[in-house]
């Protein structure tokens, strides 16, 4: 994707990357299954409270790249070109979430 210039759908599949590692890990600890954006920040963020591995970064990635994932899907105009510097920033911090999400597992 970055190399065809897809930078805004580059930064979009490294939000939903994560965002379904989340739902796993939630589902994995709780039995529970948790659909919106908001709801698996919450769930997330109660989960893990206590575990010091999620640092700050890790902890701030899904509401980072949401932003990605709303240009994406239907920003125009001003403020809506993702550069090639925020997706790959994006798609490195999706893999190192990933990661997490496999090991808090």
């Not at 580059?10 to 994560?18: C, E, N, Y």
Request: neutral net charge; glycine residues 8%; hydrophobic residues 40%.
């Amino acid at each position: 994707m970055l190399t065809l210039h897809y930078h805004e759908a580059a930064g979009r599949a490294a939000w939903l990357a994560g965002f379904h590692a989340a739902q796993a890990l939630i589902f994995e600890k709780t039995g529970r299954t948790v659909r919106s954006h908001k709801g698996v920040n919450v769930e997330l963020h109660r989960i893990t409270k206590d575990d010091p591995r999620p640092g700050i970064d890790m902890r701030a990635f899904l509401g980072r790249t949401y932003n990605l994932k709303a240009i994406a899907d239907c920003k125009t105009g001003p403020g809506s070109d993702v550069s090639l510097e925020t997706a790959h920033d994006a798609i490195t911090d999706g893999k190192l979430f990933v990661d997490l999400m496999v090991e808090l597992m």
